[in-house]
């Protein structure tokens, strides 16, 4: 049992939560991490880091921990429709990368040790409350004190839950499922395949490494999804990856869209998917999710001394609501496309022809 409160006690250790873990305790904080499975853990996601993200990275000095063999350069994003038609574009200064999720994670958690934050996996959280003093956690290892709580827990967040700030979502449910190949990327683009049934996100990640995600709503594919089933619906994709074997066992994540009533309350944040979700298509929550970190690391030491208030979270807000337009915006018109395959068809074609009016498209959206 902790009698003396830890300035931060951040639930989740994917990268948002060890990112911001990392920033408070180089602020001088004491920062206790909590995470019910094994760390370093893997997770169904895109793995493309944008530059925005990057730039957070290179700051925590985790990049140079990345084994060569876990990264990929992504120097612009490609939309393949079914006929073969392309729209490309290059990426913003020196572009972005696609990290293995299992290296990251390995490189922002020594990043976490070294930096002198406590870290207690394979503890779950059981409960939590909230006193003029501090924040309350009943954990498996017994009761933690903390000062700030920062839920970093994931999409579908127990203490988004719990703090009553999810908000109702409407429309139909959005899901996805990742494997990898073990095969030579062929292009340093980041290829999204575009079906009237689903999307497929191609993301190099490696010398020998691609990492293939399937993204699709409710009452899109007539059979159970799976791999094979997928795959089969994307045949230009199917034939690049040829006889090529699985890299990883297939993970899912789903229903994608998350809202919330607001991001903080006293005491408490939100960070990363537990702070609101669109969608996978754009390849943006990794890149959000540490820009939002970053900004919620250099205000929590005046939260800390003003013990909780709010108030002291508005840089932090007025970043994440910024980020989040953003990204919703993008997501919302990649989606609302992928819906009207004539318009969309339409529109690529368009682009096609101005490629330097995409890349300005794509520079608003990640740089």
Same mark, same amino acid.
């Given at each position: 049992?902790?009698?003396?409160?830890?300035?931060?006690?951040?639930?989740?250790?994917?990268?948002?939560?060890?990112?911001?873990?990392?920033?408070?305790?180089?602020?001088?904080?004491?920062?206790?991490?909590?995470?019910?499975?094994?760390?370093?853990?893997?997770?169904?996601?895109?793995?493309?880091?944008?530059?925005?993200?990057?730039?957070?990275?290179?700051?925590?000095?985790?990049?140079?921990?990345?084994?060569?063999?876990?990264?990929?350069?992504?120097?612009?994003?490609?939309?393949?429709?079914?006929?073969?038609?392309?729209?490309?574009?290059?990426?913003?200064?020196?572009?972005?990368?696609?990290?293995?999720?299992?290296? =990251? *994670?390995?490189?922002? &958690?020594? $990043? /976490?040790?070294?930096?002198?934050?406590?870290? +207690?996996?394979?503890? %779950? @959280?059981?409960?939590?409350?909230?006193?003029?003093?501090?924040?309350?956690?009943?954990?498996?290892?017994?009761? =933690? *004190?903390?000062?700030? &709580?920062? $839920? /970093?827990?994931?999409?579908?967040?127990?203490? +988004?839950?719990?703090? %009553? @700030?999810?908000?109702?979502?409407?429309?139909?449910?959005?899901?996805?499922?990742?494997?990898?190949?073990?095969?030579?990327?062929?292009?340093?683009?980041?290829?999204?395949?575009?079906?009237?049934?689903?999307?497929?996100?191609?993301?190099?990640?490696?010398?020998?490494?691609?990492?293939?995600?399937?993204?699709?709503?409710?009452?899109?594919?007539?059979?159970?999804?799976?791999?094979?089933?997928?795959?089969?619906?994307?045949?230009?994709?199917?034939?690049?990856?040829?006889?090529?074997?699985?890299?990883?066992?297939?993970?899912?994540?789903?229903?994608?869209?998350?809202?919330?009533?607001?991001?903080?309350?006293?005491?408490?944040?939100?960070?990363?998917?537990?702070?609101?979700?669109?969608?996978?298509?754009?390849?943006?929550?990794?890149?959000?999710?540490?820009?939002?970190?970053?900004?919620?690391?250099?205000?929590?030491?005046?939260?800390?001394?003003?013990?909780?208030?709010?108030?002291?979270?508005?840089?932090?807000?007025?970043?994440?609501?910024?980020?989040?337009?953003?990204?919703?915006?993008?997501?919302?018109?990649?989606?609302?496309?992928?819906?009207?395959?004539?318009?969309?068809?339409?529109?690529?074609?368009?682009?096609?022809?101005?490629?330097?009016?995409?890349?300005?498209?794509?520079?608003?959206?990640?740089?």
């Amino acid at each position: 049992m902790s009698r003396t409160p830890v300035d931060v006690a951040v639930v989740g250790g994917g990268p948002a939560g060890l990112a911001l873990a990392t920033m408070a305790a180089r602020r001088g904080l004491s920062v206790t991490l909590l995470e019910r499975a094994s760390l370093p853990h893997d997770k169904a996601c895109g793995e493309g880091v944008m530059p925005a993200g990057l730039g957070v990275l290179d700051r925590l000095g985790v990049l140079d921990r990345i084994p060569a063999a876990d990264w990929g350069p992504i120097r612009g994003v490609r939309y393949v429709q079914e006929d073969g038609s392309v729209l490309e574009g290059a990426l913003p200064g020196m572009g972005g990368l696609g990290i293995r999720r299992t290296a =990251l *994670s390995s490189a922002l &958690l020594e $990043a /976490a040790r070294s930096s002198g934050v406590e870290v +207690r996996d394979r503890t %779950g @959280l059981r409960g939590h409350r909230r006193t003029p003093e501090a924040m309350l956690l009943d954990t498996d290892a017994g009761t =933690l *004190s903390a000062r700030v &709580l920062v $839920a /970093a827990d994931g999409l579908h967040s127990p203490l +988004r839950r719990a703090e %009553g @700030l999810e908000a109702p979502v409407r429309g139909a449910r959005r899901f996805g499922v990742r494997q990898h190949f073990v095969a030579a990327p062929w292009t340093d683009r980041v290829e999204v395949h575009l079906s009237t049934h689903a999307e497929a996100y191609v993301t190099p990640c490696g010398p020998s490494r691609v990492g293939v995600a399937f993204l699709w709503s409710d009452g899109q594919l007539d059979t159970r999804p799976s791999i094979t089933s997928l795959l089969a619906g994307f045949p230009l994709l199917a034939e690049r990856l040829g006889r090529a074997e699985a890299g990883s066992e297939p993970m899912g994540a789903g229903p994608f869209r998350q809202r919330v009533r607001r991001r903080v309350a006293a005491r408490f944040a939100l960070l990363g998917d537990a702070g609101g979700y669109v969608d996978a298509i754009t390849g943006e929550g990794m890149s959000v999710a540490l820009v939002c970190a970053d900004a919620l690391g250099a205000c929590l030491p005046e939260v800390v001394d003003r013990e909780g208030d709010v108030r002291a979270f508005r840089p932090y807000v007025a970043t994440a609501r910024r980020e989040f337009r953003k990204y919703a915006w993008t997501a919302g018109a990649v989606l609302g496309l992928a819906r009207m395959p004539t318009l969309r068809r339409r529109l690529v074609t368009h682009l096609a022809r101005r490629p330097r009016t995409f890349e300005w498209l794509l520079a608003r959206t990640v740089g």
